[in-house]
């Protein structure tokens, strides 16, 4: 998988791709991540990619002709990798107008592409026309506003890069993270088994896996309902859990 990152402040990445999976990731050949400085694609001796919004209005707009220029300049750069595997490139635009970024779509963008453009948006918005005529996905990484895209570029890198073959070291990991199966993460304990006073759940240390697995379950279908009932609704659940779950509603007196 190819990102390329498209700003107005290149060096805002330094640093946060150099730890941890991604980093194993760039080394072992499974990701490559390009930092592009939106202001080499202008033409003037200023280096302009910003204006005022037509209509008026406080803030600056990016122009269009620099992130058109530099999109295309990008793709006629030819497919990375092997060209046998080269599935078409995805062009995002980050912005809090965007379909909100969950792991359903951080699975989608790791199935459906190998390249991935993300364009950070900034000031008071992009051009209008980026979004109706280049992109092909704008997504947003939650309901509230911050100063630029560049954040959640590193949002979407790191999300689909966990999701991308032997990056995780294993190929169970990432089936297990929050959200894969539409629940939350089971609650995780490790050593040691007690600290001040509180203990881990015995089953855990049973060395019983059947009765892990089952621990594990109804601690993620309880941990999602306290936390994030509206995603219950929406989960892949058998008539005993749902059963299970009445009854845990009913006893604790919660309200889904």
């Avoid at 194993?24 to 302009?48: C, M, N, P, W």
């Avoid at 995805?90 to 909100?100: K, M, N, T, W």
């Avoid at 092909?136 to 966990?162: F, H, K, N, Q, W």
């Avoid at 999602?224 to 989960?235: D, G, H, V, Y």
Wanted: net charge negative; charged share 30%; glycine share 8%.
């Amino acid at each position: 998988m190819r990102f390329d990152l498209l700003t107005i402040f290149p060096e805002f990445f330094a640093g946060p791709f150099d730890f941890g999976i991604i980093k194993r990731a760039r080394q072992q050949g499974i990701v490559e991540i390009v930092i592009h400085d939106l202001r080499s694609f202008t033409f003037d001796k200023h280096h302009v990619v910003d204006d005022r919004p037509f209509g008026g209005g406080d803030g600056m707009v990016l122009k269009p002709e620099p992130i058109f220029r530099a999109v295309e300049s990008i793709l006629a750069e030819g497919p990375s990798g092997d060209q046998a595997r080269e599935k078409h490139a995805g062009v995002i635009l980050l912005s809090p107008q965007g379909r909100i970024f969950n792991q359903a779509e951080a699975r989608r963008f790791a199935d459906e592409f190998s390249r991935l453009i993300l364009i950070c948006g900034r000031y008071e918005g992009v051009d209008e026309r980026v979004a109706e005529h280049l992109v092909t996905d704008e997504i947003s990484i939650g309901d509230y506003v911050l100063t630029g895209g560049e954040i959640p570029a590193m949002v979407v890198v790191d999300a689909v890069t966990r999701l991308l073959p032997n990056a995780l070291g294993s190929d169970t990991s990432a089936l297990r993270d929050s959200f894969s199966e539409g629940l939350l993460d089971y609650p995780h304990y490790t050593r040691p088994s007690e600290f001040r006073g509180w203990r881990a759940p015995e089953v855990l240390v049973s060395g019983h896996h059947g009765e892990v697995a089952k621990w594990r379950r109804r601690a993620a279908l309880l941990k999602t309902l306290k936390m994030r009932p509206e995603l219950i609704e929406m989960a892949a659940l058998t008539d005993d859990e749902r059963r299970w779950l009445d009854d845990v509603m009913r006893v604790e007196n919660i309200k889904s």
